[in-house]
């Protein structure tokens, strides 16, 4: 029987394809975003514990109570934001989750969603599942946005721009000036929301991170998704949370109470349990150690490195080293070098191809000497 696909274009994503050869060729995995250092042992030891407690059933649908208030703290704390736990909080299967729930429940057939490349790969397929169109607007060569572009992108039919902030795959984080564009854009297109993508929120090193949380103007047209994977090293766990005014919230909990209903008990009683002793404040510096060593490694290599502000990605050209596509130079540097990163012309809708190529270095110390050596090699 012939079955017409809803997402035609969509192929298995680009880090399951270089995970998949890096583990074929035994080769040091720089691409996908994982770290593969140990969790913090107070993590581990609260979950064994919990293990043998009464945490197995459902939670109730919108979040383990006290880990919504213990989310709304962390907000108060990181931001001095006070948000109501249990009408403006929605813990998530992950922030893909907190993405998917939030555009199938808030964007209509029809609509526009600006989607700035490059750009993640979670956001384009569920506009389309809207029957919703992608408008994708380019950054600038420095990855700052260009705000009149995007301002031209948007009509009456935007409802939706998707900001990501540390930015993934650049390391980029955005300005005051970045919230003020965007504040004017805003005020000349009164229906249109935003989504912000903080799962990095914690990772930023010479800059403090200017979360959507702080600004005034966006709080009640603003959806915030972050995530327990990328702040706790967690990202097998898939946990999150969503953080959206109450009348969008509303919506965003209707489509959630079908998708998932509630997520993992175990996970939401854990991770509230371990805000109480961890602190997220140390994350910029711990990452900020890794990104400095991992430089320093390839001071020598024929790779250049690009500014990183945030996250724990590194891009960096091969230009000096190959004038090939950025997905054929991937490939060979797994098939000949031993080392996996990911291509960045994956990150675009039109496939820009720029020499760039994107290092994970939430890596131990090991993993990272062992693959710059075979980087200054090339
Ligand atoms: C920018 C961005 N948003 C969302 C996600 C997904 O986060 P989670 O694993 O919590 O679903 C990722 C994961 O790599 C990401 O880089």
Request: net charge negative; charged share 20%.
């Amino acid at each position: 029987m012939y079955i017409m696909s809803k997402l035609p274009n969509v192929t298995t994503s680009i880090f399951t394809v270089m995970s998949k050869m890096a583990a074929e060729y035994n080769a040091i995995n720089l691409s996908q975003g994982f770290p593969n250092f140990p969790v913090d042992e107070r993590l581990t030891d609260i979950l064994a514990n919990l293990a043998k407690e009464n945490v197995h059933q459902y939670t109730p649908m919108a979040g383990y109570p006290p880990l919504m208030n213990q989310i709304a703290k962390l907000v108060f704390d990181s931001y001095k934001r006070t948000i109501n736990p249990d009408l403006e909080v929605l813990v998530t299967a992950g922030a893909t989750q907190g993405i998917f729930t939030t555009i199938l429940a808030l964007v209509k057939s029809g609509d526009e969603v600006i989607i700035l490349d490059p750009s993640y790969d979670s956001y384009e397929s569920p506009v389309l599942l809207c029957n919703a169109k992608p408008v994708r607007v380019a950054l600038n060569d420095d990855y700052t946005p260009n705000w009149d572009t995007i301002e031209k992108a948007c009509s009456s039919k935007t409802r939706l721009i998707i900001i990501n902030n540390p930015h993934n795959p650049t390391g980029k984080i955005l300005k005051e000036d970045d919230f003020l564009q965007l504040e004017r854009v805003l005020s000349k297109h009164p229906d249109l929301l935003v989504l912000s993508d903080e799962v990095y929120e914690y990772i930023t090193f010479e800059e403090k991170h200017i979360s959507a949380h702080t600004k005034d103007f966006l709080l009640d047209r603003c959806v915030m998704v972050s995530s327990f994977g990328k702040s706790f090293h967690i990202t097998g766990w898939k946990i999150g949370y969503t953080i959206a005014p109450e009348y969008l919230m509303k919506e965003i909990k209707k489509v959630h109470q079908f998708l998932v209903f509630s997520v993992n008990s175990v996970s939401q009683a854990a991770i509230s349990q371990y805000l109480d002793i961890v602190n997220v404040g140390l994350l910029g510096k711990f990452y900020q150690e890794k990104r400095d060593y991992f430089q320093k490694l390839l001071k020598n290599s024929r790779f250049e490195l690009k500014p990183c502000e945030g996250t724990y990605f590194q891009v960096a050209s091969y230009a000096a080293i190959s004038d090939e596509d950025d997905v054929t130079f991937c490939k060979k540097l797994i098939t000949d070098h031993g080392v996996a990163a990911i291509p960045i012309s994956t990150f675009y809708s039109d496939h820009k191809d720029q020499n760039l190529i994107r290092f994970c270095f939430a890596k131990d110390d090991i993993t990272l000497e062992s693959a710059a050596k075979k980087l200054c090699n090339i």
